[in-house]
């Protein structure tokens, strides 16, 4: 079993940062890769980004390539979404999952998800 606890989203102007933390607890972080995925009123859940499990490797969905940087600190359990240069289409729900088969891209390769945290980026 594992916990996910995303924090850091809340309202900011278009063109401002926010950085994203999700803490994970109950199972071996550092053996996973991990995603962010981000879901809007209406849409389905897309992906945002994803690292392996030593940072090694990093995956970006083109719409936030060269604005997002996700990174890891394995000895804290935790992993990070630095968001900049924001934009109002910024705006959704955003979750953090642990990957356990697959693409990184398709949230069904991911088993474990948390609560999700509000980002609402204003024009």
């Known amino acids: 079993q594992v916990q996910l606890v995303e924090s850091g989203g809340g309202l900011v102007q278009a063109g401002g940062s926010l950085r994203l933390s999700c803490a994970a607890s109950?199972?071996?972080?550092?053996?996973?890769?991990m995603g962010w995925f981000r879901q809007a009123p209406g849409k389905e859940r897309e992906f945002v980004a994803a690292?392996?499990?030593?940072?090694?490797?990093?995956y970006y969905a083109d719409s936030v390539k060269g604005r997002f940087t996700i990174s890891r600190d394995n000895a804290k359990n935790t992993v990070y979404l630095q968001m900049n240069s924001l934009k109002p289409e910024d705006t959704a729900v955003y979750y953090c999952?642990?990957?356990?088969?697959?693409?990184?891209?398709?949230?069904?390769?991911?088993?474990?998800w948390g609560q999700g945290t509000q980002v609402t980026v204003s024009s």
């Open positions: 999952a642990v990957h356990e088969s697959g693409s990184y891209y398709d949230p069904d390769g991911y088993d474990y």
């Open positions: 690292i392996s499990w030593n940072g090694g490797r990093t």
């Open positions: 109950g199972r071996t972080f550092s053996s996973y890769a």
